[in-house]
């Protein structure tokens, strides 16, 4: 079966948290990571206003040696810019979806049709509203497309910035696509922030002897699903990703279908926490 490597990143239309273009350096992160399927939102596909920022797609798309698509949501006089997907493995169609929700905001769904080594994978890449109704309503648009348009035994995979600080649209995706996003399944993830009451009790019990200096340390760096009394799987809430360099929000997310996680991890430290606003997921799986 095939071996993926996802990641999903917002890259603040290719500027660093202090507002310079941050493309070089994103690029250079980016193929380090190796990906075979890049999820990316906030990507300007023109900027006639400062050329190292235009096309920010095919720059990247060419750095990574990767096949690209991309969706323009936000129009502006000199800029615009969506979704886009880059892929390591051939692209067979694809569409760009119109789900603004109000004339304040322009969000699309980018539909992508990957060749996985002869299975169809289908990809959405997602930036959904900022009000919670109006993510309801795109989440609802986008089940019905998939209703539609993506066979129930095809695997799929929904990744973006989703702005859902509440963790309230898992139950929809479960429900309605039998979808799970990626840190609830994965054997093994790390990257989270602890919570401050947590990481002081975890210091208690280091320093009481209760345990094990490398105990806290996996539990915080490589922590595992487990299995509570009666088989009940305890699963671990996604990753905080905004902002990069003190995360309190939850609004980046991967959903899959058809694939075993081997394990989510969120980055963080340098260059993750200058080059966007936002942390990115990478997930290793495999198809089922």
Not at 72 to 79: E, F, K, M, V
Not at 209 to 226: A, C, M, P, V, Y
Not at 261 to 278: C, E, K
Request: charged share 25%; glycine share 6%.
């Amino acid at each position: 079966m095939a071996q993926l490597r996802v990641v999903s990143y917002n890259i603040h239309k290719g500027r660093s948290m202090s507002g310079k273009d941050a493309l070089h350096d994103l690029r250079l992160g980016l193929h380090n990571l190796q990906p075979d399927i890049l999820f990316l939102q906030e990507v300007q596909g023109r900027n006639e206003d400062q050329a190292t920022l235009d096309a920010q797609h095919q720059s990247l798309a060419a750095a990574l040696q990767m096949d690209v698509v991309y969706g323009c949501n936000a129009i502006r006089q000199t800029t615009d810019h969506g979704n886009a997907l880059l892929s390591r493995f051939p692209v067979l169609r694809s569409e760009n979806i119109d789900v603004s929700d109000h004339q304040l905001e322009q969000r699309g769904l980018l539909h992508v049709v990957l060749d996985v080594k002869g299975q169809e994978v289908h990809c959405f890449v997602v930036h959904l509203g900022l009000l919670g109704g109006s993510r309801v309503r795109q989440v609802e648009a986008m089940t019905a497309r998939i209703r539609q348009v993506v066979p129930d035994d095809e695997p799929l995979l929904i990744a973006g910035d989703f702005n859902d600080w509440r963790d309230e649209l898992a139950p929809l995706f479960v429900q309605k696509l039998g979808m799970y996003e990626v840190f609830a399944t994965a054997s093994r993830a790390a990257g989270d922030m602890p919570r401050l009451r947590d990481s002081v009790r975890q210091i208690r019990q280091v320093l009481s002897g209760e345990q094990r200096l490398s105990q806290w340390s996996q539990t915080r760096d490589g922590r595992e699903n487990q299995l509570a009394m009666g088989g009940a799987q305890i699963m671990r809430r996604p990753p905080r990703t905004f902002p990069a360099k003190f995360p309190m929000f939850r609004l980046d997310r991967i959903y899959q279908r058809g694939f075993a996680v081997h394990r989510a991890q969120v980055l963080r430290g340098r260059p993750w926490t200058i080059l966007s606003d936002h942390a990115p997921i990478l997930a290793d799986m495999e198809l089922c």
